[in-house]
Every structure is written in structure tokens, then in C-alpha cells.
């Protein structure tokens, strides 16, 4: 396996005529591998500038759960949105109806979740062609590839952007000098789970990289129609260039292929292809300890396909195929003004860009800019009392200007116990589809139905978030709490509405529009116990209980049974000494609607556990392990005819 | 006694100093051998030329080479120099392989280096060949973990091959301050990340022991990332690894080394010996990162650090 690290790589890029590039693999510390008197007198760069250093989680501003490698490991989950089951506010489905598995926090309210920030080492994922669903980005990146993933639960436009109405999921991909050398896993099981990945790492002079290749696959729910599989490869290089810059380049491909359907007239059985793929370029410059400046830039494209014949009349398909692209360009400057103040602030610029003859009936490219201005302050008034401030404006070309303030308070009534409160506003901007989706079933030159014909009669949606949290360590334990009361105050849903209209001379009944409708005001209480209580364990308890109300009586019944009132998830982990671990999880709740079950309501009561052991492949740590998925009875997913069953799987890796 | 007889002692007295320097005056008695040029290590020669002069060595006996001028200095100059001091690991080979007639001292070597030069010229420590070590003995490190992190209790160490040996003095060190030492080798810089996690996974805290296999430019910015998203403080051996954000150093300054230096030439130039044992450095710095210090929920003061330091040491 050690061999490989260096010569593959060589291998590889003579193969692409690349071999100029390989001046040396040696390592970095080449040449000068004994000690001198210059390992003590000479200079550093500066690493933990001022945006570098993390927050603590008694001074971050808002509600943060943690999801750390080994966690994720040990979890057992096969990707991103079913680890968000563990995080306290969530629901997931892993049904690929909607594209994607999805994860929403504080409910999805249609069709699409989008209210949440998905941000993949700072990119913004969320797709421009699904009508800014986060799904198709939570499944973009292998959890192999993955360090940490951090929850922001409440509002945060200010530090993550427009899309961060009711929380962010940020993760982070691990660092390529951390990912040296081969790596491989393979897992196989009980309902065609067949997954595999190869991960490469390799340094070139004053760089590594790391290549990632992997394929997620099975036959989805039972009921379904099956055969989901998700291909991806991912490459990230970190250049360092100068001692205080550093050169990050990032691309990656996917493809989501996912048999999809009810059998039903609208709804066929169907196989559908959603395809993404990106470049995003980081250069960071260390001013000083006391400055930074960053620059990114991110280019996305996407193109889908969905296309299905109407039995009933010859001609007419069922197309919702097209594709997108959306380019972005931040600009970072963060400083510390004095030993007590840190701000940041900076700017965006974004264009995103649809095109879909059968959605939008036309074959231009609809383009909306976006421009954002953001600042945000972390003022420490007394060693006790940290406030952070801040506000971010957007002015879309489709919907005008919006502003998004924010302000917390953090307080430390004693060591070890924080109180926070705050408010925030924040924004949703309607998708293009929701502002100019136009999809008709036409054939031979004649219209059937116009399904969608948005009239553009839609501004941004908008939250209110009010916060208490508290949040106590108890170092005895090696625990922590923390526990979040909100009160979201969401009006102007963007939501559906039907109309009858004349169009082109002929009467049609049921059009769907978007219109800012219901709103509604979330009401709750999230807690959240993590904890190393003894050596090699690790449990986790979070329980959520929310209520929703509603100024007037909401358009449809079933709004109101959104999320679950009540439900808790527990993950309790022990690592024994002999290279065993065993893990288990609980998830459990109230009844609630599924996203498509209609009045139908489901509660969840889902157990997986994990039992593994550590091998040593020559030099080379490994593990092998049988996961089991929903051990007690299957649990309906989306559709009430769908169902998550038991799911047991093995696994064999082999890492760096 | 007449004023005649008073005029003719005078006299005498002034021709016997005058007699004894001319025969000093042209003569360099303190050979100073500089590695580099660079800021620090002239900085040291600056601190130990500002000493010796101050003791009554006059600058004109004090003379700094370049280690490449060594072989070609004069052999009349060779027979008048009473004391080397090597700046330097470099400079200390250079002497090392040289023929001296004349005690050597180094100083700005760290131990390691200072034993690939006895193991380079077949010399031994003793009197005529000796060091001021530039880092800091284990115990005082141990000492500086209890006494700034007195909840830490399990040190992590990465070690290379080369510094493999050191793993039982640094125990013993961690053990005689009541901590547990969890020392890791690096084969190699591209194992280094996984030895990084393991240590970290049983540390309080990771104490740096300089080896560019380990600790360089391009390795200290994954290093204290991981660190401090591990929460794990990052104790280091210069102060320029706390601006890059470690919590805390422990160094000498150049400064330091050259003052000790010059302490240890006066003493040759009285006509005593050097030591047999190597010296350790004995005026040390520290230095605190305040922001990762902050984040680290830790309030350290790094001269109070330093006082009680020193204080603990003076203890019998």
C-alpha cells in the first residue's frame, strides 16, 4: 500500500503526458532533515490568523452540533442526510423521489427542502436547477472525504449567506496532507447495498492532492422503485505558495441515477439522471496575525433529466429535463480591530443561470444575479459577555433587496456555563422555477394542461428567529449541553397555489403558481447532551419538542403536521481495547406527516447498530464491520407505500 | 617615602601594564566562528562581544570568522587565541574537525545536533570541546506543562527516527513531573498526519520537539489546525511557532545563549576550565498566544509563568 502513494502517482500523470509537472515527490522536508539551530530561529507562517481560529462552543453565536469523523464512522451511515437523523430538529427521508435523499430542519413545507445552508468547504450547494434544494449537494461528497460536519440550528444568513433561513450544515472535507497514500472501501449487503470507493493521495513539491472515486448504490425502498446509485469523484489540492498564502483547487463530478415513480398517471415509473459538476478555487493570504483576506471562486453546473412518456396520449412526454450552471465570486477580509473586536465583511457576486425548454417554454437561459454585501462584528464588551453583531444585503435581479440582520448575545454566568440570546431576520429568494416555471403537456402542437405558469407574483420568504440557548460543560463528565428555545416567526411561505386562466385563447383549469402564502410560527425547545463520559466511549442524547402555530388557518390541513411535535435520537458508542467497537443509535418521534402521505401520519422508531474491529494490513490500519439499519419493523418513507427496511451490511476498509 | 621614589614605582607600575599590553594587544584571544550571517545567530555575537567587553575584554582580542575562514587563519594568530566559541552547528563541525590548540565552546546548538558533530569528528564532551545548548532541558519543558496546564496530564510527542532514542528521557522527564508520556514515531513525513491523530487522541496536550521531519513550514499549518480543532494546546520550542498559533513556547533567546557563552569564556580566559558536562541553557522566554489561549478557555500570563519557572528551579 506505501509503495503505491508515491509511484501511481507518477504512473498516472506520465500517462497524461503530465510528467513535466513531477519535478519531485519527495517529501517537504526534503534536504534538511536533521536538527539545527534554524528549527528554533527560524520564522513560521502564520497559521491561526484571525479567521482561522476556531469559535468555541460556548461563544458561538447560535445552537451548534458537532459531527465528528469518528462519529460519522462509527454512525454507520452511508451518507450525509442520514447522519442529520442524529442532529436534534432534523428530518430525513432517504427516498430519492425528490432527487436526493433529503435532510430539512424545522420541516420542508412543499416539495424541495431548501431552507437550510448546505455549504461543502464554503461552497454553496444548493441546486439551481431543483428549485434551490439542498439534496443533491448533501449527496456530493463520500463520507470518507469528510472531517467534520458543524450544524448552525437557527438563522445565519449573516455568516452563511441568503440560504441559511433556518440553519446551516457546513462541512468540511479533510485536508490532503491528512489523506496521503491509497485507501479503499467496499460495502456490500442486504437490499443491493453495493458501495465502493478508492481514494488516492499524493504530494507534488509544495502540494498534496487526494482524488476520490466512489459509487453508492441499492435498491431504495421497499415499494419503490428502486435502483438508486450515486457515482462521484472528487479532487481537492492544497498549494501552499508563499508562507502566508495558500492555493486551494477543488472539482468534482456526480451523478445521481434513481428509478423513480408511484405507477401512478402523473407520477410514471421512471428512471431519472441528475448530473452536477464543479471547479471552485480558494487563495487565502495571511496579512498579518491580525488580518486575512480569502478569495473564492466557484463555478457549478447542472443538467437533469426526467422524461417519461404519458400512456394515454401518444406524443406527450413528461419532461422536466434541463440544466443550470451558476458561477460565484467571494471576497473575505476579516480583522481584529482591537484585542476585543473581530469582524469580517466582504462580498458577493453570483449568477445563476436555468435553461429548460419543457419547464420554463423557452430555450433562453433565465439569468439572475445576485449581489451580497456582508459584515458581521464580535465585540467581547467583558471577558464575560461576548456580543456578535452583523447584517447581510442581497439584491437579486428577480426580486430585489433584502436585509438580513442578526445579533447575539453570549454570556458567561460562570465557567463553564453560557447563556445566549439573540434575534435574527432572515430570507429565502423564490427559485427561478418559482418565479418563471412554465410546463405544459403539449403534443402535436396542442396543449393538454399547463401543470406550472408562475406568474412571478412572489417576493422572498422571511423569518424572524428569536433565541434563548444555554449551554454547560461538565468537565467531570466530559460532557457538554446545550440547549436552544426558539421562537421562529416564518411569513410569506413560498408555496403553490392553483388558478384558472385564458392562455393563448384557451381556458385552463389548475394552473400552479407560487405565492407567498401561510405563515406560521415555530415554537420549541431543542436539547442536546454530548459526552466522552469514560475512555472510548461517546454518547449522544438530543431531544426536540416544537410546536407550530398559525395566525390564520393554514391553506392545506396538512401543514400543520409537518414535523413531529415530539423526538429524540440517542447514539452511544464504546471502543474497546482489543480494536472492537460497538455502536448503536435510536431514533424515535411522534407521529408526522411524510412529505407525500397526504393526512396520513408516521411515527419513527428506527435502531441501527454497528459492531467492528480494527485490522492492520502491513502498515496499514483497516476495519471491518457489520452494520444493521432499522432493526425493528420497516418504517414508511415519503410515501405510505414506501418503506425503509431493515438493512444489514458489511463493510471492509482500508485506510491511508 | 619621597616624591621621587613615588614618581619612580609609578612609573614602573605604568611600563609593566604598558609591556603587558603590548604583548595582548595584537593577539585575538576569543575566536568566534559564526554558522550564518543572520540575524540571530549576529545577535548572539553581539550579546556575548557586549559581555566580554564589559568584563574588561577589549574588542581588538575578540575576533567573529566565517566557518569557511577557519583553515586559513594564521598560525601566529592560531598560538594567541586562549578560547573558540562556535556560533552555530555548523561553526561547531567546522572546529570540531579543526586542530584547535585552544578550548572550543558551542553555542545555538541544539543537543542533537551538537551530538551528530561528536559523532562526525570522533570528539568527546570534555573541557576542551564543550556546548551551551540552544534547547531546553526535558525537565524544564515537563515542569512548564504542569505548571501552565496543572489539568493536563498526558503529554503526546511525535518523535522521528532520529529522535526515537530521546523517548525514555523524555518518560522519565514527564514522570518525575507526574505525567504520562505518550510518545509517537514518524517514519515519514507522509505518515505524519496519522501519527498526529493517534497522538492526539490520548493528549492533553502535544509538546513539540524540534525535528524538520516533524516540524516545518509546510507541515505547522496541518499541525495546528489539527491541534486546536482537537482542542489539544500545542506547547513549542520558538517563539515563531506561537505567532503561527501555538499556545505557548519555551526558548532561549539568542541573546541568552550568547550572554551564557560569554560567561563561560571568561572563565577560560582566567584560566579555568569548561565544564566536562554539556551546559544547559540557563535564562529561558516564554511566550503565550493570548487568541489561542482564548479559545483554549485558558488565561496564562507568560512572565508570571516565567518568574515561577525560575523559581521552581532556584528550589533545591
Not at chain 1, 468537565?475 to 411569513?491: A, I, K
Request: proline fraction near 5%.
Amino acid at each position: 500500500m506505501k509503495k503505491i502513494n508515491t509511484a501511481l502517482p507518477r504512473q498516472l500523470f506520465s500517462l497524461l503526458g503530465l510528467a513535466g509537472l513531477l519535478h519531485t515527490t519527495a517529501g517537504w522536508a526534503q534536504g534538511n532533515v536533521a536538527v539545527s539551530e534554524n528549527d528554533f530561529l527560524d520564522e513560521m507562517p502564520i497559521v491561526l490568523s484571525v479567521s482561522r481560529l476556531p469559535q468555541r462552543l460556548d461563544e458561538t453565536p447560535g445552537a451548534v452540533t458537532l459531527l465528528d469523523r469518528d462519529m460519522i464512522r462509527r454512525s454507520g451511515a452511508r451518507d450525509v442526510p442520514d447522519l442529520l437523523r442524529l442532529v436534534p430538529g432534523f428530518q430525513t427521508s432517504m427516498s430519492f423521489e425528490a432527487d436526493a435523499p433529503q435532510a430539512s430542519y424545522h420541516g420542508v413545507f412543499g416539495h424541495y427542502s431548501g431552507r437550510i445552508q448546505v455549504l461543502v468547504d464554503g461552497r454553496s450547494v444548493y441546486s439551481t436547477y431543483v428549485a434551490g434544494s439542498v439534496a443533491p449537494g448533501l449527496m456530493s461528497v463520500a463520507l470518507e472525504d469528510i472531517e467534520r460536519i458543524e450544524v448552525l440550528r437557527g438563522s445565519n444568513s449573516v455568516a452563511y449567506g441568503a440560504r441559511a433561513m433556518l440553519g446551516v450544515v457546513n462541512i468540511v472535507t479533510r485536508h490532503t496532507a491528512a489523506t496521503l497514500g491509497a485507501s479503499a472501501r467496499v460495502n456490500q449487503g442486504e437490499n443491493g447495498i453495493q458501495d465502493t470507493r478508492l481514494g488516492l493521495g499524493w504530494r507534488l513539491q509544495n502540494s498534496s492532492m487526494r482524488l476520490g472515486v466512489d459509487q453508492q448504490g441499492d435498491d431504495g425502498l421497499t415499494g419503490a422503485n428502486g435502483h438508486n446509485r450515486v457515482r462521484r469523484v472528487n479532487f481537492r489540492s492544497d498549494w501552499r505558495t508563499l508562507g502566508d498564502t495558500d492555493v486551494q483547487l477543488r472539482a468534482g463530478w456526480m451523478d445521481i441515477d434513481a428509478g423513480r415513480g408511484i405507477a401512478e398517471l402523473h407520477e410514471p415509473l421512471r428512471d431519472t439522471s441528475y448530473d452536477s459538476s464543479f471547479v471552485q478555487v480558494d487563495w487565502n493570504k495571511v496579512l498579518s496575525p491580525e488580518q486575512d483576506l480569502a478569495l473564492m471562486f466557484a463555478h457549478n453546473q447542472e443538467s437533469y433529466r426526467d422524461i417519461s412518456p404519458f400512456p394515454l396520449i401518444p406524443g406527450l412526454n413528461f419532461d422536466f429535463s434541463g440544466t443550470a450552471r451558476n458561477d460565484s465570486l467571494t471576497a473575505q477580509h476579516t480583522l481584529r480591530l482591537s484585542p476585543a473586536v473581530r469582524m469580517v465583511w466582504g462580498a458577493e457576486l453570483r449568477r445563476e443561470s436555468v435553461t429548460s425548454l419543457p419547464v420554463y417554454n423557452t430555450s433562453e437561459a433565465l439569468v439572475t444575479d445576485f449581489t451580497r454585501l456582508f459584515a458581521h462584528a464580535e465585540w467581547r464588551l467583558r471577558p464575560d459577555l461576548l456580543l456578535n453583531a452583523g447584517a447581510m444585503a442581497e439584491h437579486s435581479s428577480a426580486s430585489g433587496a433584502s436585509l438580513a440582520p442578526r445579533l447575539m448575545l453570549n454570556w458567561h454566568v460562570a465557567p463553564g456555563q453560557t447563556l445566549r440570546a439573540g434575534m435574527a431576520r432572515s430570507f429565502r429568494p423564490p427559485s427561478e422555477f418559482e418565479t418563471s416555471g412554465d410546463v405544459r403537456y403539449a403534443a402535436n402542437g396542442k396543449v393538454f394542461e399547463i401543470f406550472y405558469l408562475a406568474r412571478g407574483n412572489v417576493a422572498p420568504e422571511k423569518v424572524l428567529t428569536r433565541e434563548l440557548g444555554y449551554y454547560g460543560s461538565f468537565s467531570w463528565l466530559n460532557s457538554n449541553l446545550d440547549v436552544r428555545l426558539f421562537d421562529e416567526v416564518m411569513s410569506g411561505l413560498i408555496q403553490v397555489k392553483n388558478y384558472d386562466a385564458q392562455v393563448d385563447g384557451e381556458s385552463f383549469t389548475d394552473i400552479r403558481d407560487y405565492v407567498n402564502g401561510d405563515s406560521l410560527t415555530l415554537r420549541g425547545l431543542e436539547l442536546q447532551w454530548a459526552g466522552r463520559p469514560w475512555p472510548g466511549a461517546q454518547l449522544g442524547f438530543n431531544h426536540s419538542y416544537t410546536k407550530l402555530f398559525f395566525p390564520n388557518p393554514p391553506t392545506k390541513e396538512t401543514l400543520a403536521s409537518t414535523m413531529p411535535e415530539s423526538a429524540s435520537s440517542l447514539f452511544f458508542s464504546q471502543q474497546f481495547s482489543n480494536g472492537w467497537t460497538f455502536s448503536m443509535s435510536h431514533q424515535n418521534s411522534n407521529p408526522f406527516r411524510l412529505q407525500r402521505t397526504g393526512n396520513y401520519k408516521q411515527y419513527i422508531s428506527r435502531t441501527d447498530w454497528r459492531l467492528s474491529k480494527t485490522l492492520l494490513v502491513g502498515r496499514n490500519a483497516g476495519e471491518i464491520a457489520l452494520t444493521v439499519q432499522n432493526q425493528g419493523p420497516a418504517q414508511a418513507d415519503f410515501y405510505k407505500s414506501f418503506a425503509f427496511e431493515r438493512r444489514a451490511y458489511v463493510s471492509l476498509r482500508l485506510d491511508n | 617615602m619621597t616624591r621621587r621614589w613615588q614618581i619612580l614605582l609609578l612609573g614602573l607600575a605604568l611600563s609593566v601594564l604598558c609591556w603587558q599590553a603590548r604583548a595582548q594587544a595584537p593577539g585575538v584571544r576569543v575566536a568566534v566562528v559564526s554558522s550564518q550571517l543572520s540575524a540571530p545567530h549576529m545577535d548572539a555575537a553581539q550579546a556575548l562581544i557586549r559581555q566580554l567587553e564589559s568584563r574588561g575584554v577589549p574588542r581588538s582580542s575578540i575576533q567573529i570568522y566565517n566557518p569557511a575562514d577557519v583553515a586559513s587563519i594564521p598560525e601566529a594568530t592560531q598560538t594567541t587565541i586562549k578560547v573558540w566559541v562556535a556560533l552555530g552547528t555548523q561553526a561547531a563541525m567546522v572546529l570540531g574537525k579543526s586542530r584547535l590548540k585552544a578550548p572550543a565552546l558551542g553555542a545555538l546548538v541544539p543537543r542533537a545536533a551538537f551530538e551528530r558533530v561528536l559523532r562526525a569528528t570522533g570528539h568527546q564532551l570534555s573541557p576542551q570541546f564543550n556546548v551551551v545548548y540552544l534547547d531546553q532541558p526535558l525537565s524544564r519543558q515537563m515542569a512548564l506543562i504542569r505548571l501552565a496546564l496543572p489539568e493536563s496530564n498526558r503529554v503526546g510527542v511525535l518523535l522521528g527516527p532520529d529522535a526515537w532514542h530521546r523517548n525514555a528521557s523524555l518518560r522519565d522527564a514527564a514522570s518525575a513531573n507526574g505525567l504520562a508520556l505518550r510518545a509517537t514515531q514518524v517514519d515519514d513525513d507522509d505518515a505524519l498526519f496519522a501519527a498526529l491523530q493517534s497522538v492526539l487522541e490520548d493528549s492533553d496536550v502535544l509538546l513539540a520537539q524540534a525535528d524538520p521531519l516533524v516540524f516545518n513550514s509546510h507541515s505547522i499549518q496541518n499541525i495546528l489546525l489539527t491541534t486546536i480543532r482537537a482542542n489539544v494546546p500545542l506547547i513549542a520550542f520558538s517563539p515563531a511557532y506561537v505567532r503561527a498559533g501555538a499556545l505557548l513556547a519555551l526558548y532561549s533567546t539568542p541573546t541568552q545563549a550568547g550572554a551564557q557563552a560569554a560567561h563561560w569564556v571568561l572563565e577560560v580566559l582566567a584560566g579555568r576550565q569548561l565544564p566536562a558536562q554539556p551546559l544547559e541553557p540557563d535564562d529561558f522566554e516564554i511566550s503565550v498566544n493570548d487568541q489561542v489561549a482564548r479559545v483554549l478557555a485558558l488565561t496564562l500570563d507568560a512572565q508570571a509563568l516565567r518568574l515561577a519557572l525560575k523559581q521552581q528551579e532556584r528550589q533545591p
